[in-house]
């Protein structure tokens, strides 16, 4: 499995951002999906996870309410739509993919990743 996001850039603090993540390979053994960030100087930590369904997703508490996770399994697609971004939502973002369901998955390990794209909000 081949995972490449796309939606990157710089915006201004308040601006909304949508980040895609397309799936290659053996997409039909992807179950949870999921975005993580990682900024400067610090741990990568989990955004946002959803199952293979839609129908469940997980949040941290950091972006709840700010941000949506979705996906689009046709496609091979996931999405997050971030929106009233602050600064401290700056950080490279990546897509992250399981074979397992989601609450089969302890904490923030996942299977499969991206290379990851860059988030940048400016104050």
């Known amino acids: 499995v081949r995972l490449e996001e796309s939606g990157g850039g710089l915006v201004q603090a308040g601006g909304s951002l949508r980040l895609s993540c397309a799936s290659y390979g053996r997409t039909f053994s992807i179950n949870t999906m999921g975005w993580f960030r990682q900024a400067p100087g610090k741990e990568r930590e989990v955004v946002a996870r959803i199952s293979r369904s839609g129908i469940n997703t997980q949040y941290?508490?950091?972006?709840?309410?700010?941000?949506?996770?979705?996906?689009?399994?046709?496609?091979?697609?996931?999405?997050?739509?971030m929106s009233n971004l602050k600064p401290e939502d700056t950080a490279v973002y990546y897509c992250a993919a399981d074979s397992r369901a989601l609450h089969e998955i302890p904490?923030?390990?996942?299977?499969?990743?991206?290379?990851?794209?860059?988030?940048?909000?400016?104050?």
């Open 107 to 123: 904490g923030g390990y996942m299977e499969y990743w991206g290379e990851g794209t860059l988030v940048t909000v400016s104050s």
């Open 60 to 81: 941290s508490d950091s972006v709840k309410g700010r941000f949506t996770v979705s996906r689009d399994n046709a496609r091979d697609t996931l999405y997050l739509q």
